[in-house]
């Protein structure tokens, strides 16, 4: 039900951000006419944004030759859990809640070669 909902908001926020752009007016006027709140408008501008960036790198990652098992170097100065499992077709990837935008997007490119 979680997804479900998570989804629902995902392309709630999606509309209003593609109005508000269409709009031609500047974004800080028209989330005023609109009575939308501008905090909440740019957590999704920005979430929506990096999902379109991972989704773009995993296309483009498609496209070249998988491998059958890719090792993923964690930073030395990392104090993240060592233990990511990368499986093939069906990507299931568990890491730390503090883990660097450098390092998840390494494994998001070794998943997408799995």
């Not at 999606?14 to 974004?27: F, R």
Request: aromatic content about 8%; hydrophobic content about 40%.
């Amino acid at each position: 039900m979680e997804h479900v909902t998570q989804s629902m908001r995902r392309e709630y926020w999606k509309s209003i951000i593609a109005e508000c752009c269409s709009s031609g007016m500047k974004k800080k006027d028209w989330m005023e006419l609109n009575h939308i709140n501008h905090k909440n408008f740019y957590y999704w501008q920005k979430k929506l944004r990096m999902e379109a960036g991972t989704d773009m790198i995993l296309a483009e990652n498609k496209q070249s030759i998988p491998a059958p098992f890719v090792q993923v170097a964690l930073p030395d100065d990392s104090h993240e859990e060592k233990n990511v499992i990368i499986h093939g077709k069906h990507v299931d990837i568990e890491v730390a809640e503090n883990i660097s935008d450098e390092f998840l997007m390494r494994i998001i490119r070794a998943a997408s070669n799995a």
